[in-house]
T-cell receptor
Framework: GESVGLHLPTLSVQEGDNSIINCAYS??????FIWYKQESGKGPQFIID?????DKRQGQRVTVLLNKTVKHLSLQIAATQPGDSAVYFC???????????????FGTGTRLQVTL | DGGITQSPKYLFRKEGQNVTLSCEQN?????MYWYRQDPGQGLRLIYY???????QKGDIAEGYSVSREKKESFPLTVTSAQKNPTAFYLC????????????FGPGTRLTVL
């Protein structure tokens, strides 16, 4: 398969444990944040997003936490499964303008390895 | 089956040749994007388009060209001027205005022989 990150930080967790993936973002004016999951040889898949007027948002088995004071974003995955093994990217954007397209700035990614 | 398609999945090019990567979407999105991904790095923006017949350079546009003649299509040409074209290329699309999450295609792996 395609290798999307040979030298990425790696997080290893046991199946069933909770995973926490962290991301530091760069622009204090960013007001929209996304987490993507990328499996080997595939395009990034949207997981969850959060606006800057929130500090927590929950999805199915995933929670995103936003700390604007220290420009930090985290993704929590509950009861991690083998299918969660992938590279996870955070992205930030400055949204809010009508009829314009936002440009995302991506982090370098974290590889999640789920062990049995 | 809605979404974004990219073709081909794998592409090989000889040095000095131009190649064109296809990206099509049927999501009725106005905005489309091209990114390049290298091992150990995040995605870097090559070009983006907010509307038909309009596009802007991203962070690494040198050696690339695009066109946006139709809303559904945003082909990327990798020219011979691109000195290190071997990479994984990703296309994305999004609505414009407000919160506009980008959705990605499956990617094209380009290898220069």
């Amino acid at each position: 398969g395609e290798s999307v990150g040979l030298h990425l930080p790696t997080l290893s967790v046991q199946e069933g444990d909770n995973s926490i993936i962290n991301c530091a973002y760069s622009n204090s004016a960013s007001d929209y944040f996304i987490w993507y999951k990328q499996e080997s040889g595939k395009g990034p898949q949207f997981i969850i997003d959060i606006r800057s007027n929130m500090d927590k948002r929950q999805g199915q088995r995933v929670t995103v936490l936003l700390n604007k004071t220290v420009k930090h974003l985290s993704l929590q995955i509950a009861a991690t499964q083998p299918g969660d093994s992938a590279v996870y990217f955070c992205a930030e954007a400055l949204n809010g303008m009508i009829r314009t397209a936002s440009k995302l700035t991506f982090g370098t990614g974290t590889r999640l390895q789920v062990t049995l | 089956d809605g979404g974004i398609t990219q073709s081909p999945k794998y592409l090989f090019r000889k040095e000095g040749q131009n190649v064109t990567l296809s990206c099509e979407q049927n999501l009725n999105h106005d905005a489309m994007y091209w990114y390049r991904q290298d091992p150990g790095q995040g995605l870097r923006l090559i070009y983006y388009s907010q509307i038909v017949n309009d596009f802007q350079k991203g962070d690494i546009a040198e050696g690339y060209s695009v066109s946006r003649e139709k809303k559904e299509s945003f082909p990327l040409t990798v020219t011979s001027a691109q000195k290190n074209p071997t990479a994984f290329y990703l296309c994305a699309s999004a609505r414009t205005g407000g919160v506009n999450t980008q959705y990605f295609g499956p990617g094209t792996r380009l290898t220069v022989l």
